[in-house]
């Protein structure tokens, strides 16, 4: 009820086009009414052959009804479109606006696929429950109400008579449909989900796949998935085809049962010859509001459920909330204190930074070193705030990093990490994220300090040029070089390079070591690395292992000394190539 409660809550901005859409909807099934009796009305009263200009009436009524009829089904189709649509929109818009908090914390729990799944399929099947669940029976009621007015003026039975069948079409159909489907409406959207996060897992995957020789396990899945899938969409064709017959049989037999009442009356004079025909054909079109509600029933359950998943996301609570309103200021400085940081995952799980401190002054250049699973990377979201860490300190500039707003902190730290993540738009949309307002000048600016630019101007489209899903028409170190001129371009105060250069060839790699050094210049910098060479440029190396720092200072003295720094120098030493 709660969600019925809320998704109906999302239409409100919009209630007055559909009331506008369930009045013309009731109208265009008035119309249809009033075009079959008046037409059984007119074929009867011709059958007595009376003057043409006694029929003329009729005549102007059945047109007037028909053209009303066309006319006002198509101004009902495009008003609750309308509506629908402008609904979905704000829904996609909403559930959008509500991801984004959760990112990256809530949504790590989430496979891409079902987040696709939710925000496109989620959102597209709630269309039904504006056009197929809340519209119809709304026309259904009206109605009903106009026919029993319209049938009591001739018999007070013929009004009960006619009211029972109608809800029994319209109430009694649905439920039926409803406990023969058993939930296929819920099913339905988590099957469909299912595959959808299957297939997109699969595509983004797809190299593996083929290198591991899994294709046909991936297809088996898939074709499993698809049959489920088709198992629901055959039962849910096959009770609409169901239901769809019996209202047809009720509403037949609800124009039979109407002239075994009235024949009587006609054969004892109550009631004229001609209206016979009418009050029958009327009380058959008038089903016409009942055949959409035998399957509204499932529909409900369908956009339910779809509901539910949309919520469930949107009601999760940010990992990290802003708190302070007068974040916005600009820090005194951009001094980096950690202080005995105390940090996990989640509640029950082991600390994975235990009381690490840190003091990285402005302008001053720290190197975090450290085996596999220390908690460098976790250090990063920290200072990101992408979690909120449970014990210790973090300052920027003298004041405690959750004094900062998200969008302000973030505002002062360039990233550059070794997965840069590239749209597949142009050179100059890439570029243009990090700094929208950008002029052409300074964004080939930033990409002559990156030693990018006269790559870009060698290609035929320069900085038009489309780099593909991911950049994977770049090579390696031409997407770091394009992440740095991103940076250079969003000049912020505080830089952290987050295993910028692995991945790369030795030689690209030190290559770019020239260009990084160009975006350290005058910038708090913390660079993570598992590539211990260059790092005599560093102010402090800090050796992280299991979340604490064991050890401390300038590599020279690091290197005199017996520790975990000299053993992880001289593995990168054995594991040079000889040449380099
Ligand atoms: N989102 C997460 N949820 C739970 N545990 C996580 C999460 N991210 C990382 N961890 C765990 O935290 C620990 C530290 O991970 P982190 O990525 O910070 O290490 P790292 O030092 O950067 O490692 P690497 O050098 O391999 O990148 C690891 O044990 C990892 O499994």
């Known amino acids: 009820m709660r969600t019925f409660l809320r998704l109906s809550g999302l239409i409100l901005p919009y209630w007055p086009s559909m009331l506008l859409a369930v009045m013309l909807g009731f109208l265009t099934v008035a119309s249809n009414i009033g075009l079959m009796g008046l037409s059984a009305y007119l074929i009867a009263s011709a059958a007595l052959h009376p003057p043409v200009l006694d029929l003329m009436t009729a005549i102007v009524g059945v047109r007037f009804f028909g053209i009303c009829r066309a006319v006002l089904r198509y101004l009902e189709r495009y008003v609750s479109h309308d509506a629908t649509f402008r609904v979905l929109g704000q829904i996609r818009v909403w559930f959008f606006a509500g991801l984004e908090p959760l990112a990256p914390a809530r949504l790590l729990n989430y496979r891409s696929g079902d ?20 519209a119809p029976p709304l026309v259904a009621l009206l109605v009903l109400l106009l026919m029993v007015f319209f049938l009591v003026r001739y018999e007070v039975k013929l009004g009960i008579l006619f009211m029972l069948f109608f809800l029994g079409a319209g109430i009694g159909v649905p439920l039926l449909v409803k406990g023969a489907g058993r939930n296929a409406g819920r099913r339905l959207v988590e099957v469909k989900s299912r595959l959808n996060a299957h297939l997109v897992d699969g595509i983004q995957g797809m190299t593996e796949i083929i290198a591991f020789g899994q294709v046909k396990t991936l297809c088996g899945q898939a074709g499993g998935l698809s049959q489920e899938l088709l198992a629901l969409q055959r039962r ?5 085809g169901l239901s769809s017959a019996l209202t047809g049989l009720l509403m037949n037999l609800a124009m039979w049962s109407v002239l075994v009442l009235t024949i009587p009356l006609v ?6 010859g001609i209206d016979l025909a009418m009050l029958a054909l009327a009380v058959l079109s008038s089903f016409e509001a009942i055949l959409p ?16 998943r949309l919520f469930h996301i949107i009601e999760a609570k940010p990992a990290v909330l802003d708190s302070a309103p007068t974040s916005g200021e600009k820090p005194q400085n951009y001094d980096l204190q950690v202080k005995g940081l ?4 989640n509640g029950l799980g082991p600390w994975v930074l235990d009381g690490l401190d840190l003091r990285l002054p402005e302008g001053g250049r720290a190197a975090l070193v450290g085996p596999s699973g220390a908690g460098k990377s976790t250090l990063v979201h920290l200072l990101l705030r992408f ?5 210790g300190s973090i300052c920027l500039g003298g004041r405690m990093l959750n004094d900062y707003t998200q969008e302000h902190l973030r505002s002062l730290v360039g990233v550059v990490s070794q997965r840069t993540h590239l749209f597949n738009a142009t050179i100059r949309e890439n570029l243009l994220l990090a700094k929208p307002e950008a002029s052409e000048e300074e964004l080939r600016q930033a990409a002559r300090r990156a030693r990018i630019h006269s790559f870009i101007q060698s290609l035929p489209q320069g900085y038009d040029t489309y780099v593909g899903e991911g950049g994977f028409k770049l090579s390696g170190g031409q997407r770091q070089r394009l992440a740095i001129a991103r940076v250079l371009l969003k000049n912020a105060p505080i830089l952290i390079l987050d295993e910028a250069a692995s991945g790369l060839d030795p030689l690209t790699g030190q290559a770019l070591m020239g260009e990084i050094d160009e975006l350290m210049e005058g910038r708090t910098t913390l660079i993570i690395t598992h590539n211990l060479r260059g790092l005599e440029r560093m102010d402090q190396i800090l050796v992280l292992d299991r979340g604490r720092v064991v050890q401390q200072g300038k590599e ?25």
């Not at 987040?115 to 056009?131: G, H, M, P, Q, W």
């Open 556 to 580: 020279e003295m690091l290197l005199k000394q017996e520790g975990l720094y000299r053993q992880l120098w001289q593995i990168s030493q054995d594991a040079l190539p000889a040449s380099s």
């Open 267 to 272: 054969a004892a004079g109550k009631l004229k």
């Open 115 to 134: 987040l696709l799944s939710r925000i496109v399929a989620d959102v597209e099947t709630l269309k039904n429950f504006y056009l197929r669940v809340l």
């Open 293 to 308: 509600l035998a399957v509204s029933l499932h529909y409900l359950d369908e956009s339910l459920a779809a509901a539910r």
């Open 236 to 240: 849910v064709a096959g009770i609409s």
């Open 387 to 391: 979690w909120d860490y449970q014990e």
């Open 342 to 345: 105390r940090f996990r995952y």
